[in-house]
């Protein structure tokens, strides 16, 4: 694990086990981060989903709690935005193939709606094979007074 | 703090009054319990009060979802009563909230069963 400070702002870049203490882990580190850069306290409840979700569907749906599969945790910080990329070791996925979770025959579902709130609550999001295997979730958060669109 | 879940029985309703985080995990498997109770009853009536809970996870959106299906499955009714903001913020971003009946008035919403 490595935690740097600098003039950009603080940077986090961890890896984490494969299980549901590194979710409320990543969850609490990214708010700590996003609540000194000055995200209001409702946004960052929002910000806190986002990490959460994107979280579990590394643990869970990518690494499958496999304890020998590291999550990749990063966070940096600008001047305009907080930027927090998490990443798996699985078998990758398709956002794309993902069913509407907001379609009329989704609406019941169980389950499916993570990457929908991850995109509800954040400016940015992007996803994308991971250098050396699995997937990786890239979500940005406009700071206030930023002059970045997402 | 993970979640709580009180049942109480007001005539024929059960009313859970549930406090703290619904998250994958812990906090979603004792709501999931409570309500796979109210669901072997018959033809259950079951209000949920959210007023203490301030953050649900898309786990515990699956959990509220699972429980209305299984009570209406079982002839039944679950309403959910006060909602905290960000839960009713959450409900509409995922079209739950035209889904499910929603009080803010605890007395009312036990009328409604009859």
Partial sequence: ?150 | MSVAVTTRRVGEVFVLDVSGRITLGEGSSILRESLRDCAATKQPKVLLNLEEVNYIDSSGIGELVSGYTNIQDAGGQLKLLKLTKRVRDLLQITKLYTVFEVFDDEATAIQSFR
């Avoid at chain 1, 609540?35 to 569907?57: D, F, Q, S, T, Y």
């Avoid at chain 1, 496999?66 to 070791?89: C, L, Q």
């Avoid at chain 1, 989704?106 to 509800?120: D, K, T």
Wanted: charged content about 25%; some cysteine.
């Fill in chain 1, 1 to 150: 694990m490595t935690e740097r400070s600098g003039q950009a702002g603080p940077d986090l870049n961890l890896e984490l086990a494969s299980n549901l203490e590194s979710v409320d882990f990543a969850e609490e580190k990214t708010l700590e981060i996003a609540a000194r850069c000055g995200i209001p306290e409702e946004e960052l409840h929002r910000v806190g989903i986002a990490i959460r979700e994107a979280m579990v569907n590394a643990v869970v749906h990518g690494n499958r709690y496999n304890r020998n599969k590291r999550v990749h945790f990063r966070v940096h910080t600008n001047p305009e935005a907080i930027a927090i990329t998490i990443g798996d070791e699985g078998g990758g996925f398709d956002p794309d193939a993902l069913p509407d979770p907001n379609a009329e025959e989704n609406v019941l579902a169980q389950s499916g709606r993570g990457i929908m709130l991850i995109r509800a609550f954040m400016d940015g999001y992007a996803v994308s094979p991971r250098p050396g295997g699995g997937t990786q979730i890239h979500m940005i958060k406009n700071l206030p007074g930023g002059n970045t669109a997402g």
